[in-house]
Protein backbone atom coordinates (compact mmCIF):
# COMPACT_ATOMS: atom_id res chain seq x y z
CA UNK A 1 0.00 0.00 0.00
CA UNK A 2 1.33 3.58 -0.70
CA UNK A 3 1.94 5.29 2.02
CA UNK A 4 1.57 8.71 0.27
CA UNK A 5 -1.85 9.91 -1.73
CA UNK A 6 -1.51 8.98 -4.46
CA UNK A 7 -2.81 11.22 -8.38
CA UNK A 8 -1.57 12.18 -11.24
CA UNK A 9 -1.69 14.17 -14.83
CA UNK A 10 -5.14 12.14 -15.59
CA UNK A 11 -6.63 14.10 -12.36
CA UNK A 12 -4.92 17.22 -12.68
CA UNK A 13 -5.68 17.61 -16.24
CA UNK A 14 -9.20 16.83 -15.54
CA UNK A 15 -9.35 19.48 -12.62
CA UNK A 16 -7.46 22.31 -14.77
CA UNK A 17 -10.15 21.84 -17.71
CA UNK A 18 -13.20 21.98 -15.43
CA UNK A 19 -11.74 25.15 -13.29
CA UNK A 20 -9.39 27.10 -15.19
CA UNK A 21 -9.18 29.14 -11.72
CA UNK A 22 -8.17 26.03 -10.18
CA UNK A 23 -6.02 24.83 -12.75
CA UNK A 24 -3.93 28.26 -12.34
CA UNK A 25 -3.31 27.36 -8.99
CA UNK A 26 -2.55 23.91 -9.44
CA UNK A 27 0.14 25.35 -12.48
CA UNK A 28 1.87 27.51 -9.42
CA UNK A 29 1.78 25.28 -6.66
CA UNK A 30 2.93 21.52 -8.57
CA UNK A 31 2.17 18.45 -7.34
CA UNK A 32 1.64 17.88 -3.55
CA UNK A 33 2.71 14.96 -1.42
CA UNK A 34 0.29 14.00 1.76
CA UNK A 35 0.89 10.96 3.52
CA UNK A 36 -1.49 8.52 4.32
CA UNK A 37 -2.36 5.98 7.01
CA UNK A 38 -3.38 2.82 5.20
CA UNK A 39 -4.43 0.67 8.45
CA UNK A 40 -8.21 1.92 9.71
CA UNK A 41 -7.26 1.43 13.75
CA UNK A 42 -4.38 3.71 13.35
CA UNK A 43 -6.23 6.01 11.40
CA UNK A 44 -8.99 6.83 13.37
CA UNK A 45 -6.98 6.44 16.27
CA UNK A 46 -4.85 9.08 15.46
CA UNK A 47 -8.31 11.28 14.22
CA UNK A 48 -9.89 11.17 17.78
CA UNK A 49 -6.57 11.65 19.62
CA UNK A 50 -6.08 14.84 17.30
CA UNK A 51 -9.32 16.77 17.85
CA UNK A 52 -9.24 20.15 19.36
CA UNK A 53 -5.58 19.78 20.17
CA UNK A 54 -2.22 20.79 18.12
CA UNK A 55 -0.20 18.27 15.70
CA UNK A 56 2.26 18.75 17.82
CA UNK A 57 0.34 17.52 20.85
CA UNK A 58 -1.21 14.89 18.48
CA UNK A 59 1.85 13.32 17.58
CA UNK A 60 3.00 13.28 21.56
CA UNK A 61 -0.06 11.57 22.83
CA UNK A 62 0.31 9.01 19.54
CA UNK A 63 3.90 8.21 20.54
CA UNK A 64 3.02 7.33 24.05
CA UNK A 65 0.27 5.47 23.27
CA UNK A 66 2.57 3.68 20.87
CA UNK A 67 5.12 2.96 23.85
CA UNK A 68 2.51 1.50 25.59
CA UNK A 69 1.72 -1.13 22.95
CA UNK A 70 4.41 -1.57 20.62
CA UNK A 71 2.09 -2.99 18.02
CA UNK A 72 -1.17 -0.32 18.08
CA UNK A 73 -4.36 -2.65 17.37
CA UNK A 74 -7.81 -3.17 18.63
CA UNK A 75 -6.60 -6.19 20.73
CA UNK A 76 -3.18 -4.37 22.42
CA UNK A 77 -5.73 -1.21 23.44
CA UNK A 78 -8.16 -3.03 25.23
CA UNK A 79 -5.70 -4.60 27.43
CA UNK A 80 -5.15 -1.14 28.58
CA UNK A 81 -6.83 0.21 31.29
CA UNK A 82 -8.64 3.55 30.47
CA UNK A 83 -6.86 4.91 33.56
CA UNK A 84 -3.55 3.80 31.43
CA UNK A 85 -4.71 5.30 28.11
CA UNK A 86 -5.20 8.32 30.04
CA UNK A 87 -1.60 8.67 31.17
CA UNK A 88 -0.62 9.10 27.46
CA UNK A 89 -1.95 12.18 27.82
CA UNK A 90 -5.33 11.85 26.16
CA UNK A 91 -8.81 12.68 28.01
CA UNK A 92 -11.14 10.23 30.07
CA UNK A 93 -13.63 10.39 27.19
CA UNK A 94 -10.97 10.41 23.78
CA UNK A 95 -9.48 6.73 25.69
CA UNK A 96 -13.59 6.01 26.12
CA UNK A 97 -13.90 6.36 22.27
CA UNK A 98 -10.66 4.19 21.10
CA UNK A 99 -11.68 1.47 23.46
CA UNK A 100 -15.46 1.64 22.09
CA UNK A 101 -14.18 1.51 18.43
CA UNK A 102 -11.37 -1.15 19.42
CA UNK A 103 -14.27 -3.12 21.12
CA UNK A 104 -16.85 -3.34 18.33
CA UNK A 105 -13.90 -4.42 15.78
CA UNK A 106 -12.38 -7.21 17.86
CA UNK A 107 -16.19 -8.28 18.35
CA UNK A 108 -16.55 -8.54 14.90
CA UNK A 109 -19.62 -5.27 15.06
CA UNK A 110 -17.52 -3.10 12.87
CA UNK A 111 -15.44 -4.69 10.23
CA UNK A 112 -12.81 -2.12 8.38
CA UNK A 113 -12.06 -4.67 5.74
CA UNK A 114 -15.37 -4.28 4.07
CA UNK A 115 -15.20 -0.46 3.58
CA UNK A 116 -12.83 -0.73 -0.06
CA UNK A 117 -16.01 -2.44 -1.11
CA UNK A 118 -18.56 -0.29 0.34
CA UNK A 119 -19.30 3.32 -1.15
CA UNK A 120 -18.55 6.97 0.10
CA UNK A 121 -22.00 7.23 2.11
CA UNK A 122 -22.27 3.89 3.10
CA UNK A 123 -18.88 4.40 5.49
CA UNK A 124 -19.52 7.35 6.51
CA UNK A 125 -22.50 6.13 7.70
CA UNK A 126 -21.13 3.36 9.70
CA UNK A 127 -18.53 5.83 10.69
CA UNK A 128 -20.60 8.55 12.09
CA UNK A 129 -22.15 5.69 14.56
CA UNK A 130 -19.15 5.33 16.35
CA UNK A 131 -18.75 7.62 19.77
CA UNK A 132 -16.55 10.21 19.03
CA UNK A 133 -16.59 10.40 15.47
CA UNK A 134 -18.33 13.40 13.41
CA UNK A 135 -19.06 14.09 9.86
CA UNK A 136 -15.40 15.53 9.27
CA UNK A 137 -13.60 13.12 10.54
CA UNK A 138 -15.00 9.75 8.57
CA UNK A 139 -14.31 12.43 5.57
CA UNK A 140 -10.75 12.68 6.64
CA UNK A 141 -10.65 8.76 7.00
CA UNK A 142 -11.92 8.55 3.31
CA UNK A 143 -9.22 10.49 2.01
CA UNK A 144 -6.18 9.92 4.31
CA UNK A 145 -6.76 6.12 4.93
CA UNK A 146 -9.05 4.71 2.00
CA UNK A 147 -7.74 7.08 -0.69
CA UNK A 148 -11.02 8.09 -2.07
CA UNK A 149 -10.96 10.21 -4.79
CA UNK A 150 -13.91 12.71 -4.60
CA UNK A 151 -13.82 14.16 -0.78
CA UNK A 152 -14.13 17.77 -0.69
CA UNK A 153 -15.42 18.52 2.91
CA UNK A 154 -17.58 21.87 3.69
CA UNK A 155 -17.33 21.52 7.30
CA UNK A 156 -13.53 22.44 6.83
CA UNK A 157 -12.18 25.30 7.94
CA UNK A 158 -9.18 25.08 5.98
CA UNK A 159 -11.37 24.01 2.43
CA UNK A 160 -13.10 27.01 2.77
CA UNK A 161 -10.42 29.20 3.55
CA UNK A 162 -9.28 27.93 0.57
CA UNK A 163 -11.64 28.56 -1.72
CA UNK A 164 -12.50 32.38 -0.16
CA UNK A 165 -8.91 32.53 -1.45
CA UNK A 166 -9.62 31.49 -4.72
CA UNK A 167 -13.04 32.29 -5.40
CA UNK A 168 -13.31 35.44 -3.95
CA UNK A 169 -13.86 36.88 -0.76
CA UNK A 170 -17.19 36.22 0.15
CA UNK A 171 -18.46 33.73 2.67
CA UNK A 172 -18.96 30.07 0.77
CA UNK A 173 -22.29 29.24 0.91
CA UNK A 174 -23.51 25.38 0.82
CA UNK A 175 -25.13 26.16 -2.37
CA UNK A 176 -21.69 27.79 -3.90
CA UNK A 177 -20.01 25.15 -1.91
CA UNK A 178 -21.87 22.91 -4.29
CA UNK A 179 -21.20 24.29 -7.46
CA UNK A 180 -17.79 24.49 -6.91
CA UNK A 181 -17.55 20.90 -6.01
CA UNK A 182 -19.37 19.66 -8.58
CA UNK A 183 -16.95 21.01 -11.15
CA UNK A 184 -13.64 18.96 -9.14
CA UNK A 185 -15.70 15.45 -9.52
CA UNK A 186 -14.58 12.67 -9.20
CA UNK A 187 -11.39 14.34 -8.19
CA UNK A 188 -12.59 16.40 -5.48
CA UNK A 189 -10.46 14.74 -2.86
CA UNK A 190 -7.09 15.96 -5.34
CA UNK A 191 -8.92 19.52 -5.32
CA UNK A 192 -8.85 19.52 -1.18
CA UNK A 193 -5.03 18.57 -1.26
CA UNK A 194 -4.75 22.32 -3.30
CA UNK A 195 -7.37 24.05 -0.93
CA UNK A 196 -5.41 22.92 1.97
CA UNK A 197 -2.23 24.55 0.38
CA UNK A 198 -3.67 27.61 -0.97
CA UNK A 199 -5.49 28.39 2.56
CA UNK A 200 -1.90 27.39 4.33
CA UNK A 201 -0.47 30.77 2.01
CA UNK A 202 1.51 28.85 -0.38
CA UNK A 203 0.47 31.25 -3.18
CA UNK A 204 0.10 34.56 -1.31
CA UNK A 205 -0.40 37.04 -2.58
CA UNK A 206 -3.04 35.21 -5.19
CA UNK A 207 -2.87 37.93 -7.48
Known sequence: ?????????DELDHLKRNDPRLGWAIDRIGMIHRTIEPDFFTAITRSIIGQQVSTKAQTTIFERLLDLVEILTPEAVLRLSLEELKRAGMSFRKAEYIQGIAHKIVSGKLNPTLFPSMSDSEVIKELVSLKGVGLWTAEMILIFCLQRT??????DLGIQR??????????????????????????????????????QGVLSPLD
Open 1 to 9: MHNRFTYGS
Open 150 to 155: DVVSYG
Open 162 to 199: GMKLLYGPEEISKARFEEIRARYTPYGSVASLYLWAIA
